[in-house]
């Protein structure tokens, strides 16, 4: 159901790969309310995943760009003023890729350039993201712009490895440059700390059901969907939120404040599985 929450403005969505993107559905709620986007993702992306047929769906045009080229978001910025005919009225960074838990490096044995590629394309691209617009002037008075983080900024869970470092990196970015946006231009900047959620780049996570499971268990509303969080950001995008900045907002069901729930004391009860090399030791990585 539309609201025209957004009716009206101008949206930049990174991120978006497919159906199961948090920033594909972010995408398809944002035009839903009435707004106007365009959808970048790096060229690879554009190519391997679905987002011609999201463009297509939406009436928006995509713009490849690798997020943590200068250049590339220079383009990204310039075209989608061009394209949408005025300033920018929210960004959403959906963006975040882990070399090392790809290659099933745990934490304890990081090949340190692959940690280098996660932190700038992970969190360096959303500070580029917001100086390169900030030096624009692209962003409307009273713009807004989310950053999808993850509660393993706070806390260290099992498998998420580097990844943890970058969210919160993501998050120091969001308050440092919220502060300097706000106080010159209204324009806020907050992240949205989701539950694990089932998606391309999430899959990659060692033990991932496990985690969905566990947290599904622990939260009393249960494991937000990526559906959910697309409603969220929509309001965080919309002139209802106007004094709300420099955040880290938890879109969990209650997990992050949560110690040990009745269902999951139950669940470990029951078993413990143990993750084990060749040779029985167990890898705490």
């Known amino acids: 159901m539309s609201h025209d929450l957004l009716k009206g403005k101008r949206g930049v969505i990174f991120g978006a790969l497919n159906d199961l993107s948090i920033a594909w559905k972010v995408a398809e709620r944002a035009v839903e309310e009435g707004a106007v986007i365009t959808l970048s993702n790096t060229p690879v992306a554009v190519r391997m995943g679905e987002v011609d047929v999201l463009a297509k769906k939406l009436n928006a045009e995509v713009i490849p760009a690798d997020a943590a080229s200068v250049e590339d978001l220079e383009i990204v910025f310039e075209k989608s003023v061009e394209i949408l005919g005025g300033k920018i009225d929210f960004v959403l960074h959906s963006i975040g890729m882990s070399p090392n838990v790809r290659k099933k490096r745990t934490y304890d044995d990081l090949d340190y350039d692959l940690l280098e590629k996660t932190l700038?394309?992970?969190?360096?691209?959303?500070?580029?993201?917001?100086?390169?617009?900030?030096?624009?002037?692209?962003?409307?008075?009273?713009?807004?712009?989310?950053?999808?983080?993850?509660?393993?900024?706070?806390?260290?869970?099992?498998?998420?490895?580097?990844?943890?470092?970058?969210?919160?990196?993501?998050?120091?970015?969001?308050?440092?440059?919220?502060?300097?946006?706000?106080?010159?231009k209204n324009v806020r900047i907050n992240t949205v700390s989701q539950s694990p959620t089932q998606t391309t780049a999430g899959s990659g996570i060692k033990g991932m059901n496990h985690l969905l499971d566990f947290s599904d268990r622990m939260s009393p509303l249960g494991n937000a969907t990526a559906a959910e969080c697309a409603d969220y950001c929509i309001t965080l995008f919309s002139d209802l939120t106007r004094k709300v900045t420099m955040q880290n907002l938890f879109h969990d069901g209650g997990f992050s404040s949560m110690g040990m729930s009745l269902r999951a004391m139950n669940l470990y009860s029951k078993a413990l599985e143990e993750f084990c090399d060749e040779e029985g030791r167990i890898i705490y990585g």
């Open 120 to 184: 700038d394309v992970s969190a360096l691209s959303f500070h580029k993201m917001l100086q390169v617009a900030k030096k624009q002037d692209a962003i409307a008075q009273y713009g807004s712009v989310v950053a999808l983080s993850y509660v393993a900024a706070q806390r260290t869970f099992f498998g998420y490895n580097d990844m943890a470092d970058a969210k919160s990196l993501l998050e120091s970015i969001a308050r440092s440059f919220g502060y300097i946006y706000g106080r010159e």
